[in-house]
């Protein structure tokens, strides 16, 4: 056993690519829940995005362009979930559930003749000077640029949910559609858009795999981080930056588990592997002890009528 | 009772349309563990049906059903094949040994052909290739290339043939670099590009400028070439759209020749349950062309041993060799018998860590 082995600033600089995916997507499904609607098709959005972004990044050779195919993918599937869930008023834990399974089947199909290509390379940002600084160089200025997008989308998020008109106009539909309605607030409208602004991260998160983590395709390699993402967004309390820190600390904990195997460190692989899901489960619950509640009107259906 | 029996009748009729159909060309089946654009192992499976297809033309029907997970889904996968009329199943992953031996069982007319396990049956063939021998070349490039003296090691499963290519290796290794240290992860995977690529990048992050990898996927190879200044080999396959650097050379698995003669033995009625475990000499392994990013002198050790394995002079385990707990395991000039090494869980002496459980 070799703890020297382990560089601890490569270590937090690949602790945020390893975190990054989930982050977006969490972010994503915090607003479309702060907007009232459960969406549980993060990972069925999450895999078409990835596929989708990967495809285009292969054909066009940009991968900047494929990380806005997989926006656009990601968004067009949640449309999906918002035509049968706010107009066909369908019920949401179902109509999110089969999303995930549509865009797992459907991504396995669009994917049939990508498995095993290079795509670009999406190329680090590096600044003269700050990118060569010792320790905060790596970790802070020589990361590709869908990365710091991830950080300051969280800090978007959090600034336009508690500061600006449009988010107490979300946040109020979220809680109470009924008043928010007799308001004069679209109901339906926000949540479509929210909703968008879900897939299109999710679709994100995902090329974020398939584009720089990886990079390469395969059937279903999300491998169950839009699942972890929906979890986030309930332990974080609807807290943007709470979700930043689970995201890091799941990331955080995957890379550490690896290099502690790596270092020979004598614990069974089997409960390194597990240490990801329970130390970030454990934190986020003891975090939310504060009793932030749910959004009043989560997964709740809405019609002008009633 | 009597939708039963309609139903049952009308499986029975259709039974035998099938069977009446099929009667003149013979049936090949393959179950796949990964995709067949993996390129790596599954990759080199499908490569084989091919040459079975282009040998025999009419005379065969391959099928084959890709991304089969190991465990009841390749029972079912297996049934269902049996049940359209294969005569022969090729199993390709060790985990589909007992679904195998369960599925055999039901079918006594059909031949299986299990790759990498150890049962067997009236009907159920095992084959394997001698990858060590392939590991014991790449040791003996890792060793020489090494400037960190520190080599990774991507295991998927703690299975005799993944451990065997770890002491393989390691022992070939330290005989050229007596200070070369292995850092071992295990992926609990063969095929899982984010955990492989997740896998290499840590090891490389641990000064390891040496990547070998017992798992399908090319991630591990795209995580070295992102890296710079790393060697990796390319596993099953050659991978060859990796080098001449980071891919300095690999281990090609050859199946072709025995998928050949095995549907030929179908064909003609002489098929019989055997063991059948070639290696270099045999050509069912095979070394990929190492590429120009290794110096003359190490291409000529590394082709050195390829050739006395491939003559049968040397032994890829030859004494002496202890185990990993100092006990004494090969005399001086002993080499390992087939048994010990089919059936291998311990590491040789100099290896850290445990093997997990």
């Known amino acids: 056993m070799d703890l020297s082995a382990i560089n601890p600033v490569l270590l937090i600089a690949s602790l945020m690519v390893a975190a ?48 806005i195919a997989a926006a656009i993918a990601g968004a067009a599937l949640s449309i999906l979930f918002a035509i049968l869930t706010q107009f066909a008023q369908a019920n949401q834990v179902a109509s999110g559930l089969s999303l995930t399974l549509f865009g797992l089947g459907l ?20 600044i003269p000077v700050l990118s060569d600084l010792p320790v905060v160089g790596p970790i802070l200025f020589g990361h590709d640029i869908i990365l710091y997008f991830g950080i300051a989308l969280t800090a978007a998020v959090w600034w336009v949910l508690k500061y600006s008109r449009i988010g107490l106009v979300l946040r109020a539909v979220g809680e109470n559609h009924d008043a928010a309605h007799a308001l004069g607030y679209k109901v339906i409208k926000i949540r479509l858009l929210a909703i968008m602004f879900g897939g299109a991260c999710a679709g994100l998160g ?15 390699m999300t491998a169950g981080i839009g699942w972890i993402a929906l979890a986030l967004v309930v332990f974080a309390s609807w807290k943007p930056w709470r979700a930043l820190l689970g995201a890091y600390l799941f990331g955080g904990v995957t890379v550490v588990q690896l290099n502690l195997q790596a270092a020979g460190v004598a614990i069974p692989v089997e409960y390194l592997a597990m240490s990801p899901y329970l130390i970030t489960i454990l934190v986020l619950v003891i975090l939310s002890a504060d009793k932030s509640s749910a959004p009043a009107s989560l997964g709740r259906n809405f019609h002008a009528s009633r | ?36 654009g993996d390129g790596g192992w599954t990759y080199e499976h499908d490569q084989g049906r091919k040459a079975v297809e ?33 005569d022969l199943i090729f199993t390709t992953s060790f985990g589909y040994m007992d679904p195998t031996i369960n599925v055999a069982k039901k079918f006594p007319n059909v031949k299986f052909e299990h790759a990498t396990g150890y049962k067997r049956s009236d009907n159920v063939s095992t084959y394997s290739a001698r990858f060590y021998e392939g590991r014991a070349v790449q040791g003996t490039i890792a060793g020489h290339m090494t400037e960190s003296n520190i080599i990774g090691y991507i295991g998927s499963y703690p299975i005799p043939e993944v451990i065997r290519g770890i002491n393989s290796a390691y022992i070939h290794a330290k005989k050229v670099n007596p200070n070369v240290e292995f850092k071992i992860v295990w992926a609990f995977t063969w095929f899982d590009p984010a955990k492989e690529a997740d896998a290499a990048k840590v090891l490389i992050e641990q000064g390891a400028d040496v990547i070998l990898q017992h798992t399908d996927s090319t991630a591990p190879q795209a995580a070295a070439q992102a890296a710079g200044n790393v060697i990796t080999f390319g596993q ?16 090609i698995d050859d199946w072709a020749p025995y998928y050949i003669a095995r549907t030929k033995a179908v064909i003609d009625g002489t098929w019989e349950s055997k063991d059948t475990w070639d290696g270099i000499g045999a050509g069912m392994v095979g070394i990929g062309e190492i590429s120009d990013a290794v110096p003359a002198d190490v291409k000529a050790a590394a082709l050195a041993i390829k050739d006395s394995l491939a003559d049968g002079s040397y032994h890829a385990f030859t004494g002496p060799i202890k185990k990993q707990d100092g006990s004494d395991w090969l005399a001086e000039g002993e080499t390992a018998d087939d048994g010990t090494l089919a059936g291998m869980n311990f590491y040789v002496e100099g290896l850290e860590g445990d093997i997990p459980q």
Do not use: C
């Open chain 2, 1 to 36: 009772m009597k939708l039963t029996n309609l139903l049952t009748s009308a499986a029975v009729a259709l039974g035998l349309a099938a069977g009446a159909a099929m009667a003149d060309t013979t049936k090949v089946g393959f179950v796949y563990v990964g995709p067949v």
């Open chain 1, 107 to 126: 991504s396995a199909l669009m994917g049939q003749s990508y498995v095993g290509i290079k795509p670009p390379q999406m190329g680090d940002i590096h």
């Open chain 2, 236 to 251: 099953a396959s050659d991978m060859s759209e990796y080098a001449p650097k980071p891919r300095v050379s690999s281990i």
């Open chain 2, 54 to 86: 282009a040998e025999f033309g009419d005379k065969v029907e391959t099928v084959y059903v890709e991304n089969v997970a190991e465990g009841p889904d390749a029972e079912r996968v297996m049934t269902q094949m049996a049940l359209e009329g294969a």
């Open chain 1, 20 to 67: 990054t995916p989930l982050l977006l997507a969490a972010i994503g499904e915090l607003v479309v829940e702060k907007s009232g609607v459960l969406n549980l098709g993060v990972e069925g959005m999450m895999i078409v995005g990835a596929i989708a972004g990967f495809a285009t990044a292969v054909e066009s050779g940009s991968p900047l362009l494929g990380f």
């Open chain 1, 206 to 220: 995902g090329a974020y795999i398939s584009l720089i983590r990886v990079p390469q395709w395969t059937e279903g």
